[in-house]
T-cell receptor, first 110, second 114 residues
Framework: SQQGEEDPQALSIQEGENATMNCSYKTSINNLQWYRQNSGRGLVHLILIRSNEREKHSGRLRVTLDTSKKSSSLLITASRAADTASYFCATENAGNMLTFGGGTRLMVKP | GAGVSQSPRYKVAKRGQDVALRCDPISGHVSLFWYQQALGQGPEFLTYFQNEAQLDKSGLPSDRFFAERPEGSVSTLKIQRTQQEDSAVYLC????????????FGPGTRLTVT
């Protein structure tokens, strides 16, 4: 079973716009990670935020974490056509393995 | 440097056949994970190795699934008597640390059981 629920399931925007994806989870975590998956390819790690952190930035990516609400958001600013992919949040708890959400399919139109 | 590699990339098996999927992790990585990804869904955990020790196999869906990493590097996921519901992409990931670090994923093996 999957811990996370991602919202929206699909998102279509124009190049240059910002994209926001949300993730909710159920149990306590050590950290939360976001991954990107292009069609037919493996997952690429984007960013990791630890349970004692509230916000993290990496280039055009901004991640927030609210452990009281068991939720996280990923913001991609100034989107590009190359950002078109599926985005997954994944939580790591004491068991080391990652528990993934169902993903958000992002399409960025040129 | 080389990333995680998996072979074969695609496998078609007839129902009832046995299959073996191989994962070559990043050299020196301690942790190795197997995940199963059904079409349109996120990956689901199958099993976890730390070096050659299989520390968690709670995600293996049945006793037809077996994984090994005998020398602490290459790993093989074996599925016996394949069923149609086994059709999925099988992803391998490795990590240089045991806890709280990013995982590096291979391209996956797409298994189709006919």
């Amino acid at each position: 079973s999957q811990q996370g629920e991602e919202d929206p399931q699909a998102l279509s925007i124009q190049e240059g716009e910002n994209a926001t994806m949300n993730c909710s989870y159920k149990t306590s975590i050590n950290n939360l990670q976001w991954y990107r998956q292009n069609s037919g390819r493996g997952l690429v790690h984007l960013i990791l935020i630890r349970s004692n952190e509230r916000e993290k930035h990496s280039g055009r990516l901004r991640v927030t974490l609210d452990t009281s609400k068991k939720s996280s958001s990923l913001l991609i600013t100034a989107s590009r056509a190359a950002d078109t992919a599926s985005y997954f949040c994944a939580t790591e708890n004491a068991g080391n393995m990652l528990t993934f959400g169902g993903g958000t399919r992002l399409m960025v139109k040129p | 440097g080389a990333g995680v590699s998996q072979s074969p990339r695609y496998k078609v098996a007839k129902r009832g056949q046995d299959v073996a999927l191989r994962c070559d992790p990043i050299s020196g990585h301690v942790s190795l994970f197997w995940y199963q990804q059904a079409l349109g869904q996120g990956p689901e955990f199958l099993t976890y190795f730390q070096n050659e020790a299989q520390l968690d196999k709670s995600g293996l869906p049945s006793d037809r699934f077996f994984a090994e990493r005998p020398e602490g590097s290459v790993s093989t996921l074996k599925i016996q008597r394949t069923q149609q519901e086994d059709s999925a992409v099988y992803l391998c990931a490795s990590s240089g640390q045991a806890y709280s670090y990013e995982q590096y994923f291979g391209p996956g093996t797409r298994l189709t059981v006919t």
